[in-house]
């Protein structure tokens, strides 16, 4: 900076030149919120899963398509694919 065409706009203010950079302060991991944010959804996906029976209609190692089991369960093909998704990326299907 010392050879700058314009000295006058030098910023001998910022915190890098005070001695304290931006990197000394870190924000809270904001994880812990969001596992609570997302722990709510994921709680009433369960919940849905276990009133209509998905698991037990599943049932041990039986392999399934979307389309049989919605025709057992009588429910629309487009919702309970939603379900599944959300079952899937849970970890639990």
Not at 15 to 26: I, L, M, S, V
Not at 30 to 42: K, M, P, R, Y
Not at 57 to 67: H, K, P
Request: hydrophobic letters at 45%; a negative charge; glycine letters at 8%.
């Amino acid at each position: 900076m010392a050879n700058s065409p314009y000295p006058e706009l030098k910023k001998t203010h910022t915190a890098a030149h005070t001695g304290t950079p931006w990197r000394d302060y870190k924000p809270p991991p904001s994880a812990t919120v969001w596992n609570i944010i997302q722990g709510f959804g994921n709680y009433w996906v369960l919940v849905a899963a276990l009133e209509l029976g998905v698991f037990d209609t599943i049932g041990a190692g039986r392999s399934v398509t979307a389309d049989e089991l919605a025709h057992e369960m009588d429910c629309p093909l487009a919702h309970l694919r939603q379900l599944l998704d959300a079952l899937v990326a849970l970890g639990v299907l």
